[in-house]
Structures are given as structure tokens and as C-alpha cells.
């Protein structure tokens, strides 16, 4: 039986298949030298590349935890840690702009909404984990 589109809810796997859609982005921006010459690339897209990779790290490490009042806080740190890597990236990429790169505006729009819906999507699952978790102690 299928739902209804207006009564579906993200899923914590669309947390995670977003999240993976921003790093292979990520990934692909920082290693072209047309946005970021190979001179420049220990300096600063090694660790925008590696916050994208943390940031899939730790949904899929909460994603793997149980929803228990045991693992609660231990889900709840991983996904806070993943917003920490969004806000990381943001700061990064805003820092690359400064320094001149010439990174295309329609491409950091895109890479904008993308961590904007991403951080939308983390902060709706921590608030339905809390709502579960409240609901079992009763």
C-alpha cells in the first residue's frame, strides 16, 4: 500500500542518500583545477573533502544505533557532529570565495541548498528521535 505524497515524511536513509550526494559533489568540485589549482589543494579542499566525508560518517553511524533510551545520547552526538561538519563546510567554502578561488556562483547556490536541505533534514530527524524517545517513557 503506498502513502500519499503530502503525508510522507524524509526518512533518515534521505539524511544519509543527500549527505552522500554532497560529498561525491564536494569531491568533484575540490579536485577540479579549474576551481582549485593543485598548488592550492592541501591548504584547504583536503579538509573541506574530509568534513564531507565525516558528515556521512556520523549519519550513518547514528543511523546505525538503535532508537533506545541506552543509545539515545550516542545517536544524538553523532548527528549533532554532522551539523558541526555543515557548518565546517559552509565556513570553508565562504573562506575559499575570500580567497579568490573562482568557483562559479550558480555552483556554491547549488552547494548551498544542497547543505541547507541537508542540515533541514538532520535537524527534523534529531526533533522525531526526541519525539520517539519521549513517547517510550510513557
Known amino acids: 500500500m503506498s502513502v500519499l505524497a503530502r503525508f510522507r515524511s524524509e526518512s533518515p536513509f534521505e539524511v544519509r542518500d543527500n549527505a552522500r550526494k554532497i560529498e561525491a559533489k564536494i569531491i568533484r568540485l575540490c579536485m577540479n583545477e579549474k576551481y582549485f589549482p593543485k598548488r592550492y589543494r592541501f591548504i584547504l579542499t583536503t579538509d573541506i573533502i574530509q568534513d564531507a566525508h565525516r558528515?556521512?560518517?556520523?549519519?550513518?553511524?547514528?543511523?546505525?544505533?538503535?532508537?533506545?533510551e541506552d543509545f539515545y545520547k550516542r545517536r544524538l552526538m553523532y548527528q549533532k557532529e554532522a551539523l558541526i561538519?555543515?557548518?565546517?563546510?559552509?565556513?570553508?567554502?565562504?573562506?575559499?570565495?575570500?580567497?579568490?578561488?573562482?568557483?562559479?556562483?550558480?555552483?556554491?547556490?547549488?552547494?548551498?541548498?544542497?547543505?541547507?536541505?541537508?542540515?533541514?533534514?538532520?535537524?527534523?530527524?534529531?526533533?522525531?528521535?526526541?519525539?520517539?524517545?519521549?513517547?517510550?517513557?510513557?
Do not use: C, H
Open 55 to 68: 558528515l556521512v560518517d556520523y549519519i550513518e553511524a547514528a543511523n546505525t544505533l538503535p532508537l533506545t
Open 85 to 138: 561538519r555543515i557548518e565546517n563546510i559552509f565556513r570553508k567554502m565562504a573562506l575559499a570565495e575570500e580567497l579568490g578561488f573562482t568557483i562559479p556562483e550558480a555552483i556554491l547556490i547549488e552547494m548551498g541548498e544542497a547543505l541547507n536541505k541537508e542540515e533541514g533534514l538532520i535537524k527534523n530527524w534529531v526533533e522525531s528521535d526526541r519525539t520517539r524517545i519521549k513517547q517510550n517513557k510513557k
